[in-house]
């Protein structure tokens, strides 16, 4: 069978498969991760399969639909977010209208939130498959092929006789290894060097580790729209002999972003992770996202094994505040985080959230001094981005403090992330602003250009990744007022 799966074209540059969906100011631009996986289950099971990410490839809705109409696929699987969530319906029905017998489906998080939502606003979608959809689309292909009922398909939520149909759930995948290597997907389909990911060396490949996060953070979509709340994940052998791959086969690439919620959660595995690594005398790059109780010999070992940053969520430098959406960390371990990070020869990127649950000026302004006094190597303030299927989102909606259910104001005009949530003595604009003021007073201080001078001269690597970040991200630096015009 024919299978097309797309990241359908939005705005320029529009990151979709990162949790928080937007034009980013520092040209981050993801890899279509999950839709690569599924894509590469779908080989393994012998289907034909052609992957199109049209944002990447800077390709507009006309371009798209010829090529559609060129390739006849039985199944087409679209990719969604909340943000584009409209545009991605149209596109829906603008496939549906020029091959009318393709089976439509869309995933991601906010279709598998709200999926009578979507398949009352299509006319073209088929379908949606809910959740971790890779084996949905494999049984899928199965039963459209044999003309089956498809009433046994586990995750999909599909229409019957005018009625919307909503299958059991389907069980996550518990064994990864028998997942496909997601860079041998990019290597059959994709540019790698259109992606870029600012904290990392360019060009890198984004992989997957680990689905699923024990933690309950109230913001964090896919553990509680997509992956859930058991962790899963691949060996370490698994993990190394991808390693070995990326280096084999894809030799221009410069680092490896393991892309995992928390990808320090079984603290024994990622021991044995690095020691693989270090007798694979491995030469790449890599980084990763962590929490803030990652023990100083693990970031030694982690050093020693390659890895060059690691990404934190730090949310708020206010304890309270951090209570309240469920972090599960002190403000003492962040502290500690930050001084054996530098101790260990890690860089970090630490991530900051404004409009939390309790937040004030005074919390905003701690958040602030804790940011500048610890510097990272890149930082980023986030207005708090609530999404369908979320804690977060029935928290805003159930207390009046969502502005909007207008889904396209979740982005501005020029597609960066908007704020839209307001608090009593803190409204959306506000807490929009102080992120980007403080954005400026943290990247133009002079301790940070200082900082990133000196990183240049002591590591002329560096300067590749700078200079591409810098060229992005000076636009939003310099404009003060305008950048969300």
């Known amino acids: 069978m024919k299978v097309l799966l797309i990241n359908p074209p939005f705005l320029k540059n529009f990151s979709r498969a990162q949790r928080s969906p937007a034009v980013t100011k520092s040209g981050t631009l993801y890899y279509p991760v999950w839709l690569s996986y599924a894509a590469g289950c779908l080989i393994e099971k012998n289907q034909e399969v052609k992957l199109i990410d049209a944002v990447a490839e800077d390709i507009d809705t006309a371009g798209?639909?010829?090529?559609?109409?060129?390739?006849?696929?039985?199944?087409?699987?679209?990719?969604?977010?909340?943000?584009?969530?409209?545009?991605?319906?149209?596109?829906?029905?603008?496939?549906?209208?020029?091959?009318?017998?393709?089976?439509?489906?869309?995933?991601?998080?906010?279709?598998?939130?709200?999926?009578?939502?979507?398949?009352?606003?299509?006319?073209?979608?088929?379908?949606?498959?809910?959740?971790?959809?890779?084996?949905?689309?494999?049984?899928?292909?199965?039963?459209?092929?044999?003309?089956?009922?498809?009433?046994?398909?586990?995750?999909?939520?599909?229409?019957?006789?005018?009625?919307?149909?909503?299958?059991?759930?389907?069980?996550?995948?518990?064994?990864?290894?028998?997942?496909?290597?997601?860079?041998?997907?990019?290597?059959?389909?994709?540019?790698?060097?259109?992606?870029?990911?600012?904290?990392?060396?360019?060009?890198?490949?984004?992989?997957?580790?680990?689905?699923?996060?024990?933690?309950?953070?109230?913001?964090?979509?896919?553990?509680?729209?997509?992956?859930?709340?058991?962790?899963?994940?691949?060996?370490?052998?698994?993990?190394?002999?991808?390693?070995?791959?990326?280096?084999?086969?894809?030799?221009?690439?410069?680092?490896?972003?393991?892309?995992?919620?928390?990808?320090?959660?079984?603290?024994?595995?990622?021991?044995?992770?690095?020691?693989?690594l270090i007798e694979n005398k491995n030469t790449l790059k890599w980084n990763a996202n962590v929490r803030v109780d990652l023990e100083f010999s693990l970031m030694k070992k982690m050093k020693a094994a390659g890895c060059r940053l690691v990404i934190a969520g730090f949310e708020s430098a206010n304890q309270q505040i951090l209570d309240s959406i469920a972090k599960g960390i002190t403000r003492a371990k962040a502290e500690k985080f930050f001084s054996d990070a530098k101790r260990a020869g890690l860089l970090v990127h630490a991530a900051f959230m404004a409009g939390?649950?309790?937040?004030?000026?005074?919390?905003?302004?701690?958040?602030?001094?804790?940011?500048?006094?610890?510097?990272?190597?890149?930082?980023?303030?986030?207005?708090?981005?609530?999404?369908?299927?979320?804690?977060?989102?029935?928290?805003?909606?159930?207390?009046?403090?969502l502005k909007t259910s207008n889904y396209r104001c979740w982005l501005t005009r020029k597609g960066l992330h908007n704020s839209v949530v307001g608090l009593p003595g803190l409204s959306a604009g506000q807490i929009r602003d102080w992120c980007n003021r403080s954005r400026r007073r943290y990247y133009l201080s002079f301790a940070y250009l200082f900082y990133k001078l000196k990183q240049m001269i002591i590591h002329p690597g560096q300067i590749r990744r700078t200079v591409k970040s810098f060229l992005s991200f000076s636009g939003h630096l310099f404009t003060p007022g305008k950048e969300d015009d």
């Open 356 to 401: 939390n649950p309790g937040e004030t000026f005074a919390s905003l302004e701690e958040t602030f001094a804790m940011a500048k006094k610890n510097l990272s190597d890149t930082v980023q303030f986030f207005p708090l981005m609530v999404y369908p299927g979320t804690k977060a989102f029935e928290w805003a909606k159930e207390k009046g403090f």
């Open 64 to 276: 798209l639909i010829a090529k559609v109409k060129k390739f006849k696929p039985a199944l087409t699987v679209l990719d969604t977010s909340t943000p584009s969530i409209y545009n991605d319906l149209k596109i829906a029905d603008k496939i549906k209208a020029v091959i009318p017998e393709s089976f439509v489906v869309l995933v991601g998080a906010h279709v598998s939130a709200l999926p009578d939502e979507a398949l009352n606003g299509s006319t073209g979608a088929d379908a949606v498959a809910r959740g971790e959809y890779d084996y949905t689309l494999v049984e899928l292909t199965n039963r459209l092929e044999e003309g089956g009922d498809l009433g046994g398909v586990k995750g999909l939520s599909w229409r019957s006789q005018g009625k919307i149909e909503h299958n059991s759930e389907r069980e996550t995948i518990k064994n990864l290894d028998c997942l496909p290597f997601v860079s041998s997907v990019y290597k059959k389909f994709l540019d790698i060097k259109r992606y870029f990911f600012a904290a990392s060396d360019y060009p890198m490949v984004q992989i997957i580790t680990g689905r699923g996060c024990r933690f309950n953070c109230f913001f964090c979509v896919y553990p509680q729209v997509m992956h859930g709340h058991l962790y899963r994940k691949r060996s370490p052998q698994n993990i190394v002999d991808e390693f070995n791959y990326i280096s084999k086969e894809l030799p221009q690439v410069r680092e490896v972003v393991i892309e995992d919620d928390t990808f320090s959660i079984d603290k024994a595995r990622l021991s044995k992770i690095c020691d693989l």
